[in-house]
């Protein structure tokens, strides 16, 4: 601002300058016109005077001179005596004399010398007649001048302490001029001598300085209104500069101080404006963006550069909607902005580019990803306690099962030993001892049952806390070995036994596997029912996604409502069967533990059981998360 | 006390129990005919006079239920959830007979009409007793509609 200010002030003096200059130049001009005009006066009125007198010379001439009365002041003229008839006297007895051009002009030039301010003549010559007519030294360089073709000289002169123009023209000899000078060789045509004009400057002098003066005045007027006209221009500019640049300032600290990087580009994609802010977002200055209005394109991400085009050519179009893309700044930081912009218009509503506004919002987006984060491990925790809790739901009502299951079937026992125990003496007491044969064996088979819960519950119990670490098995190696150990029974039953060859191999606990097998194998050949053939088949299939190992027979197979029940804990669907009901409550077990399902399924009574597993537990080295089993 | 033949069906798996249950309402001289059967499906076969219990001559109506909770195939609760949904069963008083004292089975029992709740208990002299009591108070002191 301070240098627009300077540099008005300096225009003005400079324009105050050459309107000096100007002004000084063109009354300079008047001044000399002036006083030239002064001398073109004085010298028109010599030649004008000078014309005359040549005129009544010439008069003179023709006439051969004038008689005038002789005076005093006019004698005859002794020059002349060589002038026949120079006197004569009229019939009344006056007395005249000749008098020739030179001798009259003479006369009226000595009649002016009586006033300073006329014009004065003096005529003189190289050769003259008369002494007095002898040229001073200024009027016989001028004679001589006018022998060499000469036709006018002119000079001011101070004469007598008075400014006057002196100027000189020659007097050519003609045919009258002879009757006198003849005698001096003259011929016609010859410069017989000249005429000096004095005419005095002072009084013109007097209306030139007037002039001058008034010219002054107006001239002075003239500048001081011109300098006036600058002074206020000079004003008026710098307080409309004032106004413009505090208006500016109000704009450019409306459109500077901001934290977001504002930017006006133009049609031509160049920068109009762009907020100093940008270095801080993008690590690139103003200028840089200025010089290179392309660089904006460059820093885009890599990634977002797609994104950016589409909303750049859609922002053309006037339809760019806001996003979000990332820039890398000269440092290499990646920062994401918000960007938002709109095409401005003209005052007569053209088109003229685009105002764009870029936020960064790096700290939102770090904390919005912090949020998700956080949500998602959350969420990831709260559904972690909701398989935990299902689980724990599942446990308890195991539990709550397991409990009243005891509680039921151990005490079931109990009620009979106490029972026929009590009935035993009572029997005895009245001596009858017909039943108590019976009755000590049901004590006993009572006592048994219970020995027997009570083993599978302890190795029901055991399944839970003790697992092996899982193995690769050979599954037809295992199988074989389970069959070797049910020989016995196999072979009392005369069951035959069927085991596919080539079974795949499997990750798990290999004597917990076995006892799935065994228990799957026993319950087969323990329901075979009145099969004449027994049967008994061991295989794979491929399932959805997974190997479905099974166990088929031929035997009584399952009604469908009861499909569920015998894999309860001491649930048995033959109350006669042998065993506590708890072999294959106990094989899910093992199955589930190695993330496996176990289920049955049947044609239906009489149409033999198919018993089904999966196994999902997987070599611990492949996948450090998988469950292990075993670990409650 | 009519001169009419008493009925009883005992449903009970365990032998051992029927067994005791059967001597001890015998003692009791109270039912005239005892019918067992071991497991749930075949009390409702009884009931139905359906399969090898259809000759309703053979197998009749009886005047008391005597149910145990725990029983193969078809539970006790289902059995007793079936008689009391029968429009001709429901009349007749079932009294469920189990080892187990559990609250929840105690409630699932009166909350499907069991007309009485009887823990088995472990000691002989207690067990005659109940079931003597039992006995008189259903089929002699109780009146029936029929």
């Given at each position: 601002m301070i240098k627009q200010k300077h540099r008005i002030r300096s225009f003005a003096l400079l324009l105050a300058g050459f309107w000096t200059i100007a002004i000084a130049i063109s009354y300079a001009w008047l001044y000399h016109h002036e006083m030239d005009s002064v001398v073109e006066v004085a010298r028109a009125e010599a030649r004008a005077s000078f014309n005359k007198d040549a005129l009544f010379r010439r008069w003179g001439n023709r006439h051969g001179g004038v008689y005038v009365p002789v005076t005093e002041a006019t004698l005859p003229n002794p020059y002349l005596a060589?002038?026949?008839?120079r006197d004569i006297t009229t019939p009344s007895g006056r007395r005249l004399t000749l008098v020739n051009p030179a001798y009259m002009m003479r006369q009226v030039f000595e009649l002016a010398d009586?006033?300073?301010d006329q014009i004065r003549g003096h005529i003189t010559s190289?050769?003259?007649?008369?002494?007095?007519n002898t040229p001073d030294p200024w009027e016989a360089k001028a004679l001589r001048q006018f022998e060499n073709g000469v036709q006018e000289v002119s000079e001011v002169q101070n004469v007598g302490g008075h400014e006057q123009l002196r100027l000189m023209r020659p007097f050519i000899t003609e045919e009258g001029c002879l009757k006198c000078h003849a005698v001096q060789g003259y011929k016609a045509g010859d410069v017989r001598g000249g005429v000096s004009v004095l005419v005095p400057l002072e009084n013109k002098a007097e209306y030139a300085k007037s002039a001058v003066v008034a010219g002054l005045l107006s001239y002075g007027v003239l500048w001081i209104f011109g300098m006036g006209l600058i002074l206020v221009g000079a004003r008026v500019v710098t307080r409309n500069l004032s106004i413009l640049e505090e208006s500016e300032e109000r704009y450019r600290t409306v459109a500077n101080y901001t934290a977001d990087w504002e930017y006006w580009q133009g049609l031509d994609g160049s920068f109009k404006y762009i907020s100093p802010s940008c270095k801080e977002i993008s690590d690139y200055s103003h200028d840089e963006f200025h010089d290179d209005p392309a660089l904006i394109k460059r820093i885009v991400h890599p990634d977002d550069l797609a994104a950016f085009d589409n909303h750049f050519h859609a922002a053309r179009n006037g339809k760019g909607e806001p996003i979000d893309f990332r820039i890398v700044r000269r440092d290499g930081e990646v920062r994401w902005i918000s960007h938002i912009c709109q095409i401005v218009y003209t005052s007569e509503g053209a088109e003229n580019g685009i105002r764009a506004s870029n936020r960064d919002i790096t700290d939102r987006k770090k904390v919005e990803a912090a949020v998700k984060e956080q949500a998602a491990l959350l969420e990831n925790e709260v559904r972690e306690r909701m398989v935990r809790e299902v689980e724990l739901e599942a446990k308890n009502a195991e539990l709550e099962r397991f409990t009243y299951t005891v509680s039921h079937d151990l005490k079931s026992p109990l009620i009979t030993i106490k029972g026929f125990a009590g009935a035993v003496l009572k029997d005895f007491e009245a001596g009858k001892l017909t039943r108590l044969d019976s009755d000590v064996k049901r004590i006993m088979g009572a006592a048994d049952k219970m020995a027997a819960l009570l083993s599978d519950l302890l190795e029901l119990s055991r399944i839970g806390r003790i697992m092996n670490p899982p193995s690769q098995i050979d599954l037809n190696l295992l199988a074989q070995e389970v069959l070797g150990q049910l020989s016995g029974p196999l072979a009392q039953g005369g069951v035959e036994v069927v085991l596919q060859p080539g079974l795949p191999a499997v990750w798990g606990d290999a004597p917990r596997i076995a006892e799935v097998l065994q228990n799957l194998v026993e319950n087969a050949v323990k329901y075979?029912?009145?099969?004449?053939q027994p049967l008994v088949e061991i295989g794979v299939r491929e399932g959805e996604g997974e190997q479905v190992f099974w166990v088929r027979d031929n035997g009584m197979g399952i009604a469908e409502p009861y499909r569920e029940t015998v894999f309860g804990l001491f649930n048995k669907l033959d109350p006669h069967s042998e065993g506590t009901g708890i072999g294959l409550a106990l094989a899910r077990r093992i199955v589930e533990l190695h993330d496996g399902r176990l289920w049955v399924e049947s044609e239906g009574p009489g149409l033999g059981s198919t018993f089904c597993f999966t196994l999902g537990a997987k070599n611990p080295a492949d996948n450090d998360n998988a469950t292990k089993g075993g670990t409650t | 006390m009519n001169g009419e033949p008493l009925c009883i069906l005992l449903v009970e798996d365990n032998p051992d129990h029927a067994e005791l249950a059967m001597r001890n309402l015998d003692d009791g001289k109270l039912a005239n005919r005892i019918f067992h059967v071991e497991d749930g499906e075949a009390a409702l076969d009884f009931l139905n006079h359906?399969?090898?219990?259809?000759d309703p001559g053979e197998y009749p109506r009886p005047h008391l239920i005597l149910l145990d909770?725990?029983?193969?195939?078809?539970d006790g609760i289902e059995v007793l959830k079936a008689v009391k949904a029968s429009e001709e069963l429901k009349a007749i008083p079932v009294v469920i007979l189990t080892t187990s004292a559990a609250e929840r089975d105690l409630a699932q029992a009166y909350q499907n009409y069991a007309n009485s709740y009887l823990t088995k208990p472990v000691d002989f002299d207690s067990f005659s007793e109940l079931l003597r009591d039992m006995g008189f108070y259903w089929l002699a002191w109780n009146k029936r509609p029929w």
């Open positions: 060589h002038i026949a008839e009586g006033h300073g190289l050769k003259p007649l008369r002494p007095e075979m029912g009145d099969q004449l | 359906r399969g090898v219990y259809a909770l725990r029983l193969p195939k078809v």
